[in-house]
Protein backbone atom coordinates (compact mmCIF):
# COMPACT_ATOMS: atom_id res chain seq x y z
CA UNK A 1 0.00 0.00 0.00
CA UNK A 2 1.28 3.40 -0.70
CA UNK A 3 0.89 6.85 1.84
CA UNK A 4 -1.23 8.71 0.03
CA UNK A 5 -0.24 12.95 -0.46
CA UNK A 6 -3.63 13.83 1.40
CA UNK A 7 -4.96 13.07 4.52
CA UNK A 8 -8.08 12.86 6.58
CA UNK A 9 -8.67 15.53 9.92
CA UNK A 10 -10.98 14.01 12.22
CA UNK A 11 -12.52 17.00 14.30
CA UNK A 12 -14.60 17.05 17.16
CA UNK A 13 -17.56 19.71 18.17
CA UNK A 14 -16.43 19.18 21.60
CA UNK A 15 -13.60 21.40 21.60
CA UNK A 16 -11.40 17.99 21.87
CA UNK A 17 -8.11 18.44 19.44
CA UNK A 18 -8.83 16.87 15.78
CA UNK A 19 -6.19 14.23 14.65
CA UNK A 20 -4.95 13.84 11.37
CA UNK A 21 -4.80 10.25 10.07
CA UNK A 22 -3.02 8.87 7.35
CA UNK A 23 -4.82 7.79 3.81
CA UNK A 24 -2.97 4.83 1.64
CA UNK A 25 -4.12 3.89 -2.13
CA UNK A 26 -3.92 0.58 -2.87
CA UNK A 27 -3.35 -0.60 -6.50
CA UNK A 28 -7.17 -0.36 -7.37
CA UNK A 29 -10.50 0.56 -5.37
CA UNK A 30 -11.09 2.42 -2.31
CA UNK A 31 -8.00 4.48 -0.58
CA UNK A 32 -8.08 3.79 3.12
CA UNK A 33 -7.73 5.61 6.35
CA UNK A 34 -5.29 4.75 8.49
CA UNK A 35 -6.98 4.14 12.24
CA UNK A 36 -4.43 2.17 13.88
CA UNK A 37 -3.26 4.87 16.13
CA UNK A 38 -6.76 6.30 17.19
CA UNK A 39 -7.21 4.79 20.22
CA UNK A 40 -4.16 5.95 21.48
CA UNK A 41 -4.86 9.23 20.16
CA UNK A 42 -7.82 10.07 21.20
CA UNK A 43 -8.91 6.94 23.31
CA UNK A 44 -12.33 6.36 20.92
CA UNK A 45 -12.76 3.18 19.12
CA UNK A 46 -14.67 3.75 15.34
CA UNK A 47 -17.39 1.06 14.81
CA UNK A 48 -18.58 -0.55 12.20
CA UNK A 49 -20.39 -3.83 12.85
CA UNK A 50 -20.89 -6.09 9.54
CA UNK A 51 -17.91 -4.45 8.26
CA UNK A 52 -19.86 -1.88 6.11
CA UNK A 53 -16.83 0.28 5.97
CA UNK A 54 -13.85 -1.50 7.10
CA UNK A 55 -11.09 -2.61 5.44
CA UNK A 56 -9.65 -5.56 7.65
CA UNK A 57 -6.64 -6.37 5.89
CA UNK A 58 -4.35 -5.71 2.90
CA UNK A 59 -4.54 -8.43 0.65
CA UNK A 60 -3.18 -8.74 -3.18
CA UNK A 61 -5.36 -11.73 -4.43
CA UNK A 62 -8.61 -10.92 -5.32
CA UNK A 63 -10.29 -8.13 -6.31
CA UNK A 64 -14.02 -7.12 -6.59
CA UNK A 65 -15.63 -3.72 -8.46
CA UNK A 66 -19.04 -4.15 -7.14
CA UNK A 67 -20.48 -1.26 -8.97
CA UNK A 68 -19.28 -2.79 -12.57
CA UNK A 69 -19.89 -6.30 -11.31
CA UNK A 70 -16.02 -7.17 -11.79
CA UNK A 71 -14.07 -10.03 -10.08
CA UNK A 72 -10.31 -10.52 -10.77
CA UNK A 73 -8.17 -13.04 -9.07
CA UNK A 74 -4.19 -12.28 -8.88
CA UNK A 75 -5.58 -9.27 -11.71
CA UNK A 76 -7.37 -11.84 -14.30
CA UNK A 77 -11.17 -11.60 -15.05
CA UNK A 78 -13.17 -14.63 -13.65
CA UNK A 79 -14.82 -14.91 -16.89
CA UNK A 80 -11.17 -15.32 -18.75
CA UNK A 81 -9.90 -17.68 -16.10
CA UNK A 82 -13.41 -19.82 -16.33
CA UNK A 83 -13.09 -20.11 -20.04
CA UNK A 84 -9.50 -20.47 -21.04
CA UNK A 85 -8.22 -22.55 -17.37
CA UNK A 86 -9.13 -25.16 -15.04
CA UNK A 87 -9.65 -25.40 -11.90
CA UNK A 88 -6.48 -26.21 -10.83
CA UNK A 89 -4.28 -23.65 -12.57
CA UNK A 90 -6.78 -21.04 -10.58
CA UNK A 91 -5.64 -22.94 -7.54
CA UNK A 92 -1.58 -22.52 -8.46
CA UNK A 93 -2.61 -18.68 -9.40
CA UNK A 94 -4.33 -17.66 -5.67
CA UNK A 95 -1.73 -19.70 -4.31
CA UNK A 96 1.62 -18.59 -5.80
CA UNK A 97 0.57 -15.72 -7.36
CA UNK A 98 0.74 -16.61 -10.74
CA UNK A 99 -0.62 -19.10 -13.39
CA UNK A 100 1.33 -21.83 -14.21
CA UNK A 101 3.20 -22.89 -17.05
CA UNK A 102 3.05 -26.25 -18.61
CA UNK A 103 5.90 -27.96 -16.18
CA UNK A 104 4.61 -25.66 -13.53
CA UNK A 105 1.23 -27.45 -13.79
CA UNK A 106 2.12 -30.81 -14.47
CA UNK A 107 4.09 -30.17 -11.27
CA UNK A 108 1.31 -29.31 -9.26
CA UNK A 109 -0.58 -31.58 -10.30
CA UNK A 110 1.13 -34.28 -9.48
CA UNK A 111 1.88 -32.39 -5.85
CA UNK A 112 -2.02 -32.57 -5.81
CA UNK A 113 -2.70 -35.77 -7.35
CA UNK A 114 -0.41 -37.41 -4.62
CA UNK A 115 -2.22 -36.39 -1.63
CA UNK A 116 -6.31 -37.29 -2.46
CA UNK A 117 -6.34 -40.18 -0.58
CA UNK A 118 -7.07 -39.61 3.44
CA UNK A 119 -5.55 -41.76 6.45
CA UNK A 120 -7.56 -44.94 6.29
CA UNK A 121 -8.49 -43.94 10.11
CA UNK A 122 -10.92 -41.15 8.65
CA UNK A 123 -13.27 -44.02 7.82
CA UNK A 124 -13.92 -44.83 11.43
CA UNK A 125 -14.25 -41.48 12.46
CA UNK A 126 -16.92 -41.15 9.99
CA UNK A 127 -18.80 -44.15 10.93
CA UNK A 128 -19.38 -42.21 14.42
CA UNK A 129 -22.08 -39.84 12.65
CA UNK A 130 -25.76 -40.16 12.13
CA UNK A 131 -26.61 -41.24 8.27
CA UNK A 132 -28.50 -38.26 8.28
CA UNK A 133 -26.40 -36.03 9.22
CA UNK A 134 -25.88 -33.34 7.30
CA UNK A 135 -23.03 -32.92 5.19
CA UNK A 136 -21.48 -29.81 6.28
CA UNK A 137 -21.68 -30.70 9.85
CA UNK A 138 -19.37 -33.95 8.80
CA UNK A 139 -17.29 -31.23 6.85
CA UNK A 140 -16.83 -29.40 10.13
CA UNK A 141 -16.15 -32.45 11.78
CA UNK A 142 -13.82 -34.43 9.19
CA UNK A 143 -11.74 -30.90 8.14
CA UNK A 144 -11.06 -30.18 12.02
CA UNK A 145 -10.05 -33.94 11.96
CA UNK A 146 -7.01 -33.62 9.55
CA UNK A 147 -5.17 -31.75 12.36
CA UNK A 148 -5.16 -35.14 14.10
CA UNK A 149 -4.36 -37.31 11.34
CA UNK A 150 -1.07 -34.82 9.64
CA UNK A 151 0.81 -33.92 12.80
CA UNK A 152 3.33 -33.45 10.08
CA UNK A 153 1.56 -30.13 8.82
CA UNK A 154 0.12 -28.16 11.91
CA UNK A 155 2.94 -25.47 12.77
CA UNK A 156 1.20 -22.53 10.98
CA UNK A 157 4.61 -20.40 11.48
CA UNK A 158 6.63 -22.99 9.58
CA UNK A 159 6.04 -22.12 5.48
CA UNK A 160 7.12 -25.91 4.69
CA UNK A 161 4.13 -27.11 7.18
CA UNK A 162 1.71 -24.71 5.28
CA UNK A 163 2.90 -25.54 1.78
CA UNK A 164 1.95 -29.00 2.86
CA UNK A 165 -1.19 -28.12 4.34
CA UNK A 166 -2.11 -26.51 1.18
CA UNK A 167 -1.76 -28.99 -0.57
CA UNK A 168 -3.37 -31.82 1.28
CA UNK A 169 -6.52 -29.67 2.16
CA UNK A 170 -7.01 -29.32 -2.17
CA UNK A 171 -6.01 -32.22 -2.55
CA UNK A 172 -8.30 -34.67 0.02
CA UNK A 173 -11.80 -31.61 0.28
CA UNK A 174 -12.88 -33.88 -2.61
CA UNK A 175 -12.36 -37.23 -0.83
CA UNK A 176 -14.23 -36.24 2.20
CA UNK A 177 -16.78 -34.42 0.69
CA UNK A 178 -17.22 -37.58 -1.55
CA UNK A 179 -17.31 -39.73 1.40
CA UNK A 180 -19.65 -37.57 3.55
CA UNK A 181 -22.40 -38.18 0.34
CA UNK A 182 -21.39 -41.91 0.07
CA UNK A 183 -21.85 -42.36 3.91
CA UNK A 184 -24.86 -40.99 4.15
CA UNK A 185 -26.35 -43.05 1.17
CA UNK A 186 -24.62 -46.59 2.16
CA UNK A 187 -22.52 -46.79 -0.56
CA UNK A 188 -19.05 -47.94 -0.50
CA UNK A 189 -16.47 -45.39 -0.44
CA UNK A 190 -14.64 -45.23 -3.55
CA UNK A 191 -11.21 -44.85 -3.64
CA UNK A 192 -9.61 -41.33 -5.46
CA UNK A 193 -8.52 -42.05 -8.93
CA UNK A 194 -5.29 -40.05 -9.95
CA UNK A 195 -5.61 -40.81 -13.48
CA UNK A 196 -8.59 -38.28 -14.07
CA UNK A 197 -8.86 -34.77 -13.80
CA UNK A 198 -9.31 -32.90 -10.03
CA UNK A 199 -13.00 -32.21 -11.09
CA UNK A 200 -13.32 -35.70 -13.12
CA UNK A 201 -11.92 -37.68 -9.73
CA UNK A 202 -14.88 -35.93 -7.83
CA UNK A 203 -17.08 -37.16 -9.81
CA UNK A 204 -15.89 -40.67 -10.33
CA UNK A 205 -15.54 -40.66 -6.02
CA UNK A 206 -19.78 -39.61 -5.81
CA UNK A 207 -21.49 -41.14 -8.60
CA UNK A 208 -18.96 -44.53 -8.97
CA UNK A 209 -19.82 -47.53 -7.47
CA UNK A 210 -17.27 -50.99 -7.38
CA UNK A 211 -19.72 -52.52 -9.48
CA UNK A 212 -19.74 -51.28 -12.64
CA UNK A 213 -17.27 -48.52 -14.70
CA UNK A 214 -18.16 -44.66 -14.48
CA UNK A 215 -17.40 -43.12 -17.28
CA UNK A 216 -16.84 -39.29 -16.75
CA UNK A 217 -19.07 -37.32 -18.84
CA UNK A 218 -17.18 -34.17 -20.23
CA UNK A 219 -19.39 -31.61 -20.16
CA UNK A 220 -20.72 -32.56 -16.64
CA UNK A 221 -16.61 -32.75 -16.09
CA UNK A 222 -16.40 -28.88 -17.00
CA UNK A 223 -19.05 -27.50 -15.25
CA UNK A 224 -18.10 -29.35 -12.17
CA UNK A 225 -14.67 -27.11 -13.04
CA UNK A 226 -16.31 -24.14 -13.46
CA UNK A 227 -17.97 -24.34 -10.34
CA UNK A 228 -15.16 -25.08 -8.18
CA UNK A 229 -13.72 -21.92 -10.33
CA UNK A 230 -16.25 -19.54 -9.62
CA UNK A 231 -16.18 -19.94 -5.96
CA UNK A 232 -12.28 -20.54 -5.11
CA UNK A 233 -11.89 -17.02 -3.35
CA UNK A 234 -14.11 -14.19 -2.83
CA UNK A 235 -11.96 -11.54 -1.10
CA UNK A 236 -12.76 -11.03 2.77
CA UNK A 237 -16.05 -12.68 2.87
CA UNK A 238 -17.52 -14.19 5.53
CA UNK A 239 -15.98 -17.36 6.21
CA UNK A 240 -12.60 -16.17 4.54
CA UNK A 241 -12.59 -13.48 7.52
CA UNK A 242 -13.43 -16.19 9.98
CA UNK A 243 -10.55 -18.14 8.38
CA UNK A 244 -7.85 -15.07 8.84
CA UNK A 245 -9.57 -14.51 12.38
CA UNK A 246 -8.87 -18.41 13.34
CA UNK A 247 -5.38 -18.46 11.72
CA UNK A 248 -4.41 -15.15 13.60
CA UNK A 249 -4.49 -17.37 17.10
CA UNK A 250 -2.02 -19.28 15.40
CA UNK A 251 -3.84 -22.53 14.99
CA UNK A 252 -2.89 -24.99 12.72
CA UNK A 253 -4.38 -24.69 8.75
CA UNK A 254 -6.79 -27.72 9.42
CA UNK A 255 -8.56 -25.88 12.29
CA UNK A 256 -8.65 -22.35 10.38
CA UNK A 257 -10.11 -24.03 7.58
CA UNK A 258 -12.92 -26.04 9.50
CA UNK A 259 -13.86 -22.73 10.95
CA UNK A 260 -14.58 -21.11 7.33
CA UNK A 261 -16.44 -24.45 6.59
CA UNK A 262 -18.36 -23.48 9.69
CA UNK A 263 -18.77 -19.94 8.66
CA UNK A 264 -19.99 -20.85 5.03
CA UNK A 265 -22.96 -23.21 6.49
CA UNK A 266 -25.12 -20.15 7.12
CA UNK A 267 -28.08 -19.59 4.34
CA UNK A 268 -26.46 -15.35 3.98
CA UNK A 269 -22.99 -17.11 2.93
CA UNK A 270 -22.85 -20.58 1.48
CA UNK A 271 -25.84 -21.63 2.45
CA UNK A 272 -27.76 -20.12 -0.16
CA UNK A 273 -27.43 -22.62 -2.95
CA UNK A 274 -29.29 -25.07 -0.43
CA UNK A 275 -31.63 -22.71 0.63
CA UNK A 276 -32.27 -21.51 -3.20
CA UNK A 277 -33.03 -24.61 -4.83
CA UNK A 278 -35.21 -25.81 -1.04
CA UNK A 279 -37.23 -22.27 -2.06
CA UNK A 280 -37.50 -23.36 -5.66
CA UNK A 281 -38.94 -26.60 -4.69
CA UNK A 282 -41.43 -24.86 -2.60
CA UNK A 283 -43.13 -22.67 -5.41
CA UNK A 284 -42.93 -26.02 -7.46
CA UNK A 285 -45.02 -27.63 -4.92
CA UNK A 286 -47.08 -24.53 -4.12
CA UNK A 287 -48.05 -24.36 -8.46
CA UNK A 288 -44.85 -23.25 -10.05
CA UNK A 289 -44.63 -20.53 -12.49
CA UNK A 290 -48.33 -19.38 -11.86
CA UNK A 291 -47.36 -18.61 -8.31
CA UNK A 292 -44.81 -16.49 -8.92
CA UNK A 293 -46.63 -13.37 -8.12
CA UNK A 294 -47.85 -14.07 -4.83
CA UNK A 295 -44.47 -15.24 -4.02
CA UNK A 296 -43.01 -12.53 -4.80
CA UNK A 297 -45.34 -10.40 -2.27
CA UNK A 298 -44.12 -11.85 0.27
CA UNK A 299 -40.77 -11.55 -0.57
CA UNK A 300 -41.11 -8.06 -0.33
CA UNK A 301 -43.02 -7.91 2.76
CA UNK A 302 -40.56 -6.80 5.41
CA UNK A 303 -43.06 -8.67 7.82
CA UNK A 304 -43.10 -11.94 6.08
CA UNK A 305 -39.61 -12.53 6.54
CA UNK A 306 -38.87 -14.01 2.93
CA UNK A 307 -36.20 -13.41 1.15
CA UNK A 308 -35.37 -14.66 -2.46
CA UNK A 309 -32.51 -16.33 -1.99
CA UNK A 310 -30.02 -16.52 -4.73
CA UNK A 311 -30.45 -12.56 -5.10
CA UNK A 312 -28.32 -9.40 -3.45
CA UNK A 313 -25.24 -9.20 -2.51
CA UNK A 314 -23.38 -7.14 -0.14
CA UNK A 315 -20.59 -6.23 -2.67
CA UNK A 316 -21.99 -6.91 -6.22
CA UNK A 317 -24.58 -3.92 -6.71
CA UNK A 318 -24.86 -4.04 -10.65
CA UNK A 319 -24.68 -7.61 -11.34
CA UNK A 320 -22.47 -10.98 -10.38
CA UNK A 321 -20.12 -11.98 -13.22
CA UNK A 322 -20.05 -15.10 -11.53
CA UNK A 323 -24.15 -15.79 -12.10
CA UNK A 324 -23.53 -15.14 -15.90
CA UNK A 325 -20.85 -17.92 -16.25
CA UNK A 326 -23.15 -20.02 -13.98
CA UNK A 327 -25.99 -19.12 -16.23
CA UNK A 328 -24.11 -20.20 -19.33
CA UNK A 329 -23.22 -23.34 -17.69
CA UNK A 330 -26.96 -24.42 -16.66
CA UNK A 331 -27.97 -24.25 -20.40
CA UNK A 332 -24.79 -26.63 -21.32
CA UNK A 333 -25.35 -28.92 -18.62
CA UNK A 334 -29.08 -29.15 -19.18
CA UNK A 335 -28.73 -29.74 -22.67
CA UNK A 336 -26.45 -32.44 -22.38
CA UNK A 337 -28.93 -34.02 -20.12
CA UNK A 338 -31.96 -33.85 -21.94
CA UNK A 339 -33.43 -31.50 -19.44
CA UNK A 340 -33.95 -28.04 -21.38
CA UNK A 341 -37.55 -28.24 -19.85
CA UNK A 342 -36.74 -28.43 -16.37
CA UNK A 343 -39.31 -27.38 -14.14
CA UNK A 344 -37.01 -25.70 -11.88
CA UNK A 345 -34.82 -23.97 -14.35
CA UNK A 346 -37.96 -22.41 -15.67
CA UNK A 347 -39.41 -21.46 -12.19
CA UNK A 348 -36.11 -19.86 -11.86
CA UNK A 349 -35.89 -17.81 -15.29
CA UNK A 350 -39.45 -16.51 -14.00
CA UNK A 351 -38.24 -15.67 -11.26
CA UNK A 352 -35.21 -13.77 -12.62
CA UNK A 353 -37.32 -12.09 -14.94
CA UNK A 354 -39.54 -10.39 -12.66
CA UNK A 355 -37.23 -9.54 -10.07
CA UNK A 356 -35.21 -7.64 -12.68
CA UNK A 357 -38.16 -5.92 -13.88
CA UNK A 358 -39.93 -5.49 -10.31
CA UNK A 359 -38.95 -1.63 -8.27
CA UNK A 360 -38.29 -3.30 -5.03
CA UNK A 361 -34.99 -5.25 -6.13
CA UNK A 362 -33.76 -2.78 -8.92
CA UNK A 363 -34.00 0.35 -6.65
CA UNK A 364 -32.12 -2.20 -3.64
CA UNK A 365 -29.71 -3.14 -6.59
CA UNK A 366 -30.60 -6.84 -6.02
CA UNK A 367 -29.41 -9.19 -8.93
CA UNK A 368 -28.81 -12.78 -9.16
CA UNK A 369 -26.02 -14.03 -7.46
CA UNK A 370 -24.01 -17.44 -8.18
CA UNK A 371 -25.93 -19.44 -6.14
CA UNK A 372 -28.91 -18.68 -8.05
CA UNK A 373 -27.90 -21.00 -10.93
CA UNK A 374 -25.66 -23.28 -8.95
CA UNK A 375 -28.10 -25.17 -7.58
CA UNK A 376 -29.98 -25.64 -10.78
CA UNK A 377 -26.58 -27.44 -12.22
CA UNK A 378 -25.83 -29.47 -9.20
CA UNK A 379 -29.26 -30.91 -8.96
CA UNK A 380 -29.18 -31.67 -12.73
CA UNK A 381 -25.81 -33.44 -11.81
CA UNK A 382 -27.46 -35.53 -9.05
CA UNK A 383 -25.75 -34.02 -6.58
CA UNK A 384 -28.13 -34.00 -3.52
CA UNK A 385 -29.51 -30.72 -2.14
CA UNK A 386 -27.48 -31.15 1.60
CA UNK A 387 -24.34 -31.32 -0.26
CA UNK A 388 -24.31 -27.89 -2.19
CA UNK A 389 -22.53 -26.16 0.65
CA UNK A 390 -20.21 -28.92 1.12
CA UNK A 391 -19.28 -27.78 -2.64
CA UNK A 392 -19.00 -24.77 -2.50
CA UNK A 393 -16.62 -25.54 0.75
CA UNK A 394 -14.42 -27.65 -1.44
CA UNK A 395 -13.67 -25.05 -4.14
CA UNK A 396 -13.30 -21.91 -1.40
CA UNK A 397 -10.22 -24.05 0.52
CA UNK A 398 -8.01 -22.52 -1.84
CA UNK A 399 -8.96 -19.10 -1.27
CA UNK A 400 -8.95 -19.81 2.33
CA UNK A 401 -5.39 -21.32 2.19
CA UNK A 402 -4.18 -18.43 0.25
CA UNK A 403 -5.50 -16.18 2.80
CA UNK A 404 -4.24 -17.67 5.32
CA UNK A 405 -0.45 -17.85 3.48
CA UNK A 406 -1.04 -14.52 2.92
CA UNK A 407 -2.11 -13.18 6.10
CA UNK A 408 0.76 -15.13 7.88
CA UNK A 409 3.56 -13.95 5.74
CA UNK A 410 2.22 -10.27 6.67
CA UNK A 411 4.82 -8.45 8.39
CA UNK A 412 1.77 -6.16 10.06
CA UNK A 413 -0.16 -8.97 10.97
CA UNK A 414 -1.20 -9.22 14.52
CA UNK A 415 -3.84 -11.71 16.38
CA UNK A 416 -7.06 -10.31 15.02
CA UNK A 417 -8.53 -8.83 18.43
CA UNK A 418 -12.07 -6.45 17.49
CA UNK A 419 -13.32 -3.95 20.47
CA UNK A 420 -16.39 -2.79 21.54
CA UNK A 421 -19.07 -0.47 22.67
CA UNK A 422 -20.34 -1.59 25.77
CA UNK A 423 -24.38 -1.26 26.56
CA UNK A 424 -24.51 -3.50 29.63
CA UNK A 425 -24.47 -3.21 32.97
CA UNK A 426 -22.08 -0.67 34.89
CA UNK A 427 -20.58 -2.15 38.23
CA UNK A 428 -22.18 -2.84 40.71
CA UNK A 429 -22.32 -5.06 43.61
CA UNK A 430 -23.46 -9.07 44.36
CA UNK A 431 -26.33 -9.68 46.07
CA UNK A 432 -26.72 -12.72 48.80
CA UNK A 433 -28.97 -14.78 47.20
CA UNK A 434 -31.61 -14.40 49.92
CA UNK A 435 -32.27 -10.75 49.36
CA UNK A 436 -32.15 -10.67 45.15
N1 LIG B 1 -34.69 -10.73 -1.04
C1 LIG B 1 -35.45 -9.66 -0.67
N2 LIG B 1 -34.95 -8.53 -0.19
C2 LIG B 1 -33.62 -8.43 -0.07
C3 LIG B 1 -32.77 -9.49 -0.44
C4 LIG B 1 -33.36 -10.67 -0.96
N3 LIG B 1 -32.59 -11.72 -1.32
N4 LIG B 1 -31.49 -9.14 -0.21
C5 LIG B 1 -31.53 -7.89 0.28
N5 LIG B 1 -32.82 -7.46 0.37
C6 LIG B 1 -33.28 -6.13 0.79
C7 LIG B 1 -33.25 -5.98 2.30
O1 LIG B 1 -34.48 -6.34 2.89
C8 LIG B 1 -32.94 -4.50 2.46
O2 LIG B 1 -34.10 -3.78 2.20
P1 LIG B 1 -34.38 -2.37 2.99
O3 LIG B 1 -33.29 -1.45 2.54
O4 LIG B 1 -35.75 -1.97 2.55
O5 LIG B 1 -34.31 -2.72 4.45
C9 LIG B 1 -31.99 -4.22 1.30
O6 LIG B 1 -32.34 -5.19 0.29
C10 LIG B 1 -30.52 -4.37 1.67
O7 LIG B 1 -30.33 -5.67 2.22
P2 LIG B 1 -29.28 -6.01 3.35
O8 LIG B 1 -29.72 -7.26 4.05
O9 LIG B 1 -29.01 -4.81 4.18
O10 LIG B 1 -28.00 -6.29 2.46
P3 LIG B 1 -26.70 -7.05 2.92
O11 LIG B 1 -25.61 -6.52 2.09
O12 LIG B 1 -26.52 -6.99 4.40
O13 LIG B 1 -27.03 -8.57 2.56
C11 LIG B 1 -27.14 -10.66 1.49
C12 LIG B 1 -26.49 -9.27 1.49
C13 LIG B 1 -26.44 -11.52 0.43
C14 LIG B 1 -26.95 -11.34 2.87
C15 LIG B 1 -28.65 -10.51 1.17
O14 LIG B 1 -28.82 -9.91 -0.10
C16 LIG B 1 -29.40 -11.84 1.23
O15 LIG B 1 -29.83 -12.26 2.31
N6 LIG B 1 -29.57 -12.53 0.06
C17 LIG B 1 -30.17 -13.84 0.02
C18 LIG B 1 -29.16 -14.88 0.45
C19 LIG B 1 -28.14 -15.14 -0.65
O16 LIG B 1 -28.49 -15.37 -1.79
N7 LIG B 1 -26.84 -15.20 -0.25
C20 LIG B 1 -25.76 -15.56 -1.15
C21 LIG B 1 -24.74 -14.49 -1.30
S1 LIG B 1 -23.66 -14.87 -2.70
C22 LIG B 1 -22.77 -16.26 -2.23
C23 LIG B 1 -21.74 -15.96 -1.21
O17 LIG B 1 -20.83 -15.16 -1.52
O18 LIG B 1 -21.81 -16.54 -0.12
Redesign the pocket.
Known amino acids: MKLADNKATLSFSNGSPSVDLPVYHGSVGPDVVDIRKLYAQTGMFTYDP?FLSTAATQSAITYIDGDKGELLYRGYPIEQLATNCDFLETCHLLLYGELPNTDQKKDFTSRVTNHTMVNEQMQFFLRGFRRDAHPMAIMTGLVGALSAFYHDSTDITNPEHREIAAIRLIAKMPTLVAMAYKYTVGQPYMYPQNNLSYAGNFLHMMFATPCEKYVVNPVIERAMDRIFTLHAD?EQ???TSTVRLCGSSGTNPFAAIAAGVAC?WG????G??E??LNMLEDIQKMGGVSKVGEFMEK??D?NSG?????????VYKNY?PRAKLMQETCREVLTELGLQNDPLFKLAMALEKIALEDD??VS?K?YP????YSGIVQRAIGIPVPLFTAI?ALARTVGWIAQLNEMIGDPEYKIGRPRQLFSGSVKRDVKPLAVR
Open positions: GHNASLPAHGANACVKKVRLMGFGHRDYFRLNVDFF
